[in-house]
């Protein structure tokens, strides 16, 4: 990696760079990520940059074409300030960016001070509205995200799988309307959770693998939910997330109700995609049949002011699953900072 970014450096710079310190960032078995510790200070470039490498393990952002997607995202948010400026890039290969520092709000989450996290998570909301109202929509990614790019492709899996369950069948939810609203999008991040936002002078979004144009609310949603595809899943206090979503909606001139009814709802069927792997047997995940039901009473409660029906069919699921799993009674977790308040 060292050599490779230290020729791009060079290409770049003109200059006879070198890297003399490296500290991994990230998994090697995912993408691995690097800080590189130049010999001194560069121009518009600093002592330290990333890089990062290609993603070597096939999941469901798939691998293929997906460094190019960063490189690309990174080059159409240039000089906007909301991400890491791209420095130079091998296609299909090795990223240098600028360094945009430390912490993420998952490190403030998994800290031990609840108002650093509540700003934290408000900086990363203003930045998804940021995000959404001031960055150009005319983005080509480099390759779809399924589940992200046509999400109501997985409506047939999903009245399948609640079928074959047992579980309150759909009765004529508001597909076509919701189908409707997903055109209408913009340039969205794609995997919008607390480990993909630096804070430092100002809120910064990283890891854009999954970027592309797509309706604005599979960002916004992530703030409801909360962050329904995060590993790291816990539940925010109520008053946290709905100052998070004032600061969303402070940022746009758009219906904010729409939006965010559009997100949810999308999600809920994102998720509900795997309710036969939440609902099996050998699913042994107590957190899975919880962030379900959580996932849907959220989604039934935003999602209803617009799509009425589908707000109906998901707390009808919801209290079916509760019903059901005696693990989906259990409250949801919540995130280390605030467990104690």
């Known amino acids: 990696?060292?050599?490779?970014?230290?020729?791009?450096?060079?290409?770049?710079?003109?200059?006879?760079?070198r890297v003399v310190a490296r500290s991994e960032l990230g998994s090697s078995a995912d993408a691995p990520v690097t800080r590189l510790t130049l010999d001194r200070p560069y121009d518009g470039i600093g002592r330290t940059v990333i890089a990062k490498g290609r993603r070597l393990v096939d999941d469901a952002w798939g691998s293929s074409g997906l460094r190019d997607n960063e490189q690309r995202a990174l080059e159409h948010l240039r000089d906007t300030g909301l991400a890491p400026r791209l420095l130079a890039g091998v296609p299909g290969g090795l990223t240098v960016m600028t360094d945009v520092g430390a912490p993420t709000v998952q490190e403030l989450l998994f800290g031990d001070d609840p108002d650093a996290a509540t700003r934290g998570l408000v900086a990363m909301a203003e930045l998804a509205g940021t995000l959404h109202r001031t960055a150009s929509a005319n983005f080509t990614a480099a390759q779809e995200v399924s589940f992200l790019?046509?999400?109501?492709?997985?409506?047939?899996?999903?009245?399948?799988?609640?079928?074959?369950?047992?579980?309150?069948?759909?009765?004529?939810?508001?597909?076509?309307?919701?189908?409707?609203?997903?055109?209408?999008?913009?340039?969205?991040?794609?995997?919008?959770t607390p480990n993909n936002v630096v804070l430092t002078d100002r809120a910064r979004m990283i890891d854009l693998e999954g970027a592309g144009r797509r309706h604005p609310g599979l960002d916004a949603a992530c703030l409801r939910l909360p962050f329904p595809q995060y590993g790291h899943w816990a539940v925010l206090p109520a008053d946290v997330s709905a100052e998070m979503e004032r600061a969303y909606r402070a940022e746009l001139d758009v219906d904010g109700d729409v939006l965010m009814a559009t997100g949810c709802a999308t999600w809920a069927i994102i998720r509900l995609a795997r309710l036969r792997m939440i609902a099996s047997a050998q699913q042994g995940l107590v957190r899975r049949r919880t962030q379900i039901v959580q996932t849907l009473e959220s989604a039934a409660e935003a999602a209803g002011v617009v799509y009425p029906v589908f707000g109906a069919w998901f707390a009808e699921l919801a209290d079916a699953m509760r019903l059901r799993w005696e693990e989906a009674q259990l409250p949801p977790r919540t995130f280390r900072c605030f467990s104690n308040q």
């Open 1 to 17: 990696m060292e050599p490779t970014a230290e020729q791009l450096l060079r290409e770049l710079t003109g200059q006879d760079v």
């Open 149 to 192: 790019d046509r999400p109501l492709d997985l409506w047939p899996e999903v009245a399948q799988a609640v079928d074959e369950l047992g579980f309150p069948a759909p009765r004529e939810v508001e597909l076509d309307a919701l189908a409707v609203a997903l055109q209408e999008t913009t340039f969205t991040h794609g995997d919008f």
